[in-house]
């Protein structure tokens, strides 16, 4: 337990498991570094084989008790969950920005999306709903229900510590299912922070369980291969999530998987480009640019392309650099590889021809900074298009035509979202169809909504996180076939 790293607020760094703050047995620990020194913060439980089949067992124990708690129940619990987050929310917001680096305003705006989450499905706990039909044959009645999955493993990234927990806890409780949740080892606290404030909302002992580990390949594979977990619901690379999707196959489990993106912004001719910029501004750099919905390539009508970028630079230019918690509008990087990887891509965009508007060049000294960085004239064939940025890196490219925007924007393997800007809102809904992504930004440059369906088509992911949808990933439906 630590209750010095952020006033007022004490972080358990062992493993949750049955309602119980257990060691790690011989699997020893890890340490949590803060991306702004380098150093780190505090060492955690590194779970193990052995301790994440106690989860399981855990969850299993408690799972049918729950499946049976009254739906008010479960929501009146997940309801207090919110009430404590939102109460925490600046301890909770400080202790993210201690293990992940962000600016601690993005830290805040994190707190209180995820605990929407919590609302939003203490409101749709009580709200399932079954079908009831007559059979096309008249002879008897089809009836549908929605039932609990069963246990479900959680496997969460790093750029979202809370929000993607809760994204999937919320629902999962409302629908009546118990939980093993595996959080980043780059961000264990604040999943551990989140499975005690449950606990003190009134989640049963054994319903959410909480397993930092650094063995994340051996522990998925072994809990996917008991028969008793049934689902999985994975937000990460979709590297990870494709070999999660092999794991899940042996025992046929159902996925949620939400993947990569390289979200594409479209900025037509008509567009106001005061919306238009701040629209861009908040697409890319809400998280620093570690976002899975972060505009990883903006594209821009070639009669506009030179005021939308000399504005965007201008922008980009004007945002402070520092540690998160020292106010600043961007914090650093999560880690020194992720610093390599911008660094790279923005050197080979410039050796394709790029033009570097502002930015360009790792910051050096203590901790993982990269500055907002503005290219201009990519060639639409550079990698930096081709793969996430992850950082505050916004490339621009010219067209010429509307057909051309959709062509170079579906010319990817990801189609997470995609955001357009235009004055036109019939141009711009004809191509938020033409569009391949799961979700459209029109005129907006943040989609994300606990009562939206979030997720992606191609190689984005599978299924929805948030609203309605979210929920019945969840559940199974199972049909009764009734005469009366
Ligand atoms: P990652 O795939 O490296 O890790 C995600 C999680 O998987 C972590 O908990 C990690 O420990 C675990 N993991 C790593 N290797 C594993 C393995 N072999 N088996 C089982 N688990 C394993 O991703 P990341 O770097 O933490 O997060 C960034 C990625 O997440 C980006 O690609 C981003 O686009 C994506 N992301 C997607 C969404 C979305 O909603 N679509 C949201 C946030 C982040």
Redo the contacts with the bound molecule.
């Keep these: 337990m630590i209750d010095d790293l952020v006033t007022g607020l004490r972080v358990p760094t062992d493993l949750y498991v049955g309602g119980a703050w257990v060691g790690a047995g011989d699997g020893g620990r890890f340490d949590v570094i803060d991306p702004a020194t380098g150093l780190p913060i505090a060492d955690v439980a590194n779970g193990t084989v052995e301790d994440a089949l106690r989860c399981v067992d855990a969850a299993d124990g408690a799972a049918a008790a729950w499946a049976r708690t009254a739906p008010r129940e479960r929501g009146e619990i997940l309801r207090r969950a919110f009430e404590l987050m939102t109460e925490r929310t600046e301890q909770l917001a400080e202790l993210m920005v201690r293990e992940n680096g962000k600016a601690l305003a993005d830290a805040r705006g994190e707190v209180r999306y995820a605990a929407e989450f919590f609302r939003w499905y203490a409101e749709e706990a009580v709200r399932l709903s079954g079908e009831l039909r007559t059979a096309p044959a008249g002879t008897n009645r089809i009836m549908v229900l929605r039932q609990p999955i069963g246990i479900a493993l959680l496997?969460?990234?790093?750029?979202?510590p809370a929000a993607?927990a809760t994204r999937k806890i919320g629902p999962a409780l409302a629908a009546g299912c118990t939980v093993v949740l595996?959080?980043?080892?780059?961000t264990p606290l604040t999943a551990l922070a989140l499975g005690a404030l449950l606990s003190e909302a009134g989640v049963p002992d054994g319903v959410v369980n909480v397993l930092p580990s650094r063995r994340?390949?051996d522990?998925?594979s072994a809990v996917l291969a008991d028969p008793r977990v049934r689902k999985l619901s994975?937000?990460?690379?979709?590297?990870?999530?494709r070999?999660?999707l092999g794991l899940a196959a042996q025992q046929v489990v159902s996925c949620s998987m939400?993947?990569?993106?390289n979200a594409p912004l479209v900025v037509l001719e008509d567009a106001d480009l005061d919306v238009a910029v701040e629209g861009a501004m908040l697409a890319k750099m809400r998280n620093g640019g570690e976002?899975?919905t972060a505009a990883n390539r903006m594209y821009v009508h070639r009669a506009v392309a030179d005021e939308f970028t000399r504005r965007l630079g201008e922008a980009m230019a004007g945002l402070s650099v520092g540690p998160g918690l020292e106010d600043a509008a961007v914090g650093p990087l999560v880690n020194q590889a992720a610093v390599d990887k911008v660094s790279e891509l923005v050197a080979a965009a410039v050796d394709d021809g790029a033009r570097v508007v502002t930015g360009g060049e790792a910051v050096e000294g203590r901790g993982f900074f990269y500055p907002p960085t503005v290219l201009s004239d990519v060639p639409p064939t550079s990698r930096i298009l081709e793969e996430?940025i992850?950082g505050p890196v916004a490339p621009v490219v010219r067209f010429d035509s509307d057909e051309e925007a959709v062509r170079l924007a579906n010319r990817t393997e990801y189609g997470?979202v995609a955001y357009v800007f235009t004055r036109d809102l019939a141009r711009g809904l004809r191509m938020s169809e033409a569009l391949e992504a799961g979700m459209v930004g029109l005129n907006r440059g943040v989609v994300s909504d606990p009562a939206a369906p979030?997720?992606?088509v191609k190689q984005?992911?599978l299924g929805r996180?948030g609203g309605h949808e979210g929920m019945l990933e969840y559940t199974e439906s199972k049909y009764v076939a009734v005469e009366w």
């Design positions: 496997i969460t990234p790093w750029n979202f993607m595996k959080p980043a080892s780059e994340s390949g522990v998925a994975f937000t990460g690379s979709t590297e990870v999530g070999s999660l939400e993947l990569g993106g976002a899975c996430e992850f997470l979030f997720g992606g984005s992911g996180e």
